[in-house]
């Protein structure tokens, strides 16, 4: 099967928090991280197990490992060099902390790591560090990044946009051009974990930052892949132009086979795995929907009743039931749920009204 062509059977991507241990303290932080490695994380042999699961049941989806952060499990390489070995395409997203030197980079590369995602949460330190929770982490992740690039990895933005960074993106697209990453993937902040409303931009807000990453796609100025994170709206933006989800010509080959062909939701395209082997729709969708110890993966992604429901555009309520970009967009699961209650309700922070409701 090729990968995402059929979400209902299986994910294009899937995401591994292969540990809660991390030494930031970030505001933000939807795992709410810990110092100390949870002794119920899954194992070396079941993380094993796990990726020879996704390889048999799922063809060739990216994994992500993510945390906490990753470097903090002795077994990371490992896990790598089995994922690659076995056909993966293995993803990683460190945390900018003393543990992310150009020694491990080196070792990530060895090991086979694909691609390295970094987060930078501000065109400065200043913004970064503040939002971060420890200084120096702006210029240890730029160095990284720089670092990886040099050693022929690709490389990756993730930058979460809210009330105190948003008119930075534009600083922040010039960054990200300028470190020649492969994709910058835009997170809209959602109210899980550590985040809370405070931290919220309004609906208004929220469709600036849509329409100002629609015309960095539509310049063809910058050399750069965009995509968003529970910031499904920024499709039917793209699709209000009459934009296809393409990017500088410049910047469609490396990494293309990282990008998936359709937009992905909670769910639907996207499987979340937590550390002790929890399975949630995405780490910003804490619904557990079972645990890989008990109940197979790809047994949970494809029957389980609420996974089925995120997948099912007409189940969405509100507007978002009405709304004729339901398939394309679909809102942000997530932040509905965040904000309501129910992962299925209207996405309270999209300001786009359908026509039939006009």
């Known amino acids: 099967m090729n990968p995402g062509t ?7 991507i ?3 928090e292969v540990t809660r241990a991390c030494d930031l303290a970030c505001v933000h932080c939807r795992a709410e991280a810990q110092s100390l490695r949870d002794p119920d994380e899954l194992t070396a042999s079941e993380g094993l197990a796990l990726l020879d699961h996704i390889k048999a049941e799922f063809g ?3 994994v992500v490992f993510t945390g906490g952060d990753p470097l903090k499990r002795a077994d990371l390489n490992e896990l790598i060099r089995h994922g690659t070995a076995i056909g ?12 992310l030197t150009a020694a491990a980079i080196d070792e990530l590369r060895a090991a086979g790591l ?3 995602a970094v987060s930078i949460d501000g065109a400065d330190a200043l913004t970064h560090d503040r939002f971060r929770g420890v200084p120096g982490t702006f210029s240890r992740s730029i160095a990284a990044l720089k670092h990886a690039r040099a050693v022929g990895m690709e490389t990756q933005i993730n930058s979460s946009i809210w009330r105190g960074n948003q008119q930075q993106l534009s600083a922040l697209a010039d960054l990200a051009v300028s470190l020649g990453v492969s994709l910058w993937s835009v997170f809209l902040l959602v109210p899980t974990g550590r985040a809370d409303t405070n931290l919220l931009m309004s609906a ?3 469709e600036a930052v849509y329409q100002a990453l629609v015309d960095l796609v539509a310049s063809e100025q910058r050399p750069l892949a965009i995509k968003t994170t529970a910031g499904q709206p920024f499709y039917r933006a793209l699709a209000q132009r009459g934009l296809r989800r393409t990017t500088h010509p410049s910047a469609r080959g490396e990494g293309a086979g990282m990008r998936s062909p359709q937009p992905v939701n909670d769910g639907n395209g996207f499987v979340f795995i937590s550390h002790t082997g929890q399975v949630c729709p995405s780490g910003f969708l804490p619904l557990v929907c079972g645990n890989v110890r008990q109940t197979p993966l790809a047994t949970i992604y494809r029957d389980n009743p609420q996974f089925r429901a995120l997948r099912d555009p007409d189940r969405l309520g509100g507007k978002c039931g009405q709304c004729e970009f339901r398939r394309l967009c679909g809102g942000s699961r997530s932040r ?6 129910d992962p299925l309700a209207a996405d309270p922070t999209c300001a786009y009204i359908p026509a039939r409701l006009r």
């Open 6 to 12: 059929d979400y209902h059977h299986a994910p294009y």
């Open 114 to 116: 694909v691609r390295m």
């Open 204 to 206: 208004d807000e929220h």
């Open 14 to 16: 899937v995401i591994w």
């Open 60 to 62: 060739d989806p990216i």
């Open 88 to 99: 993966l395409r293995i993803a990683l997203t460190p945390s900018a902390t003393p543990l």
């Open 336 to 341: 509905s749920y965040g904000l309501t209650g």
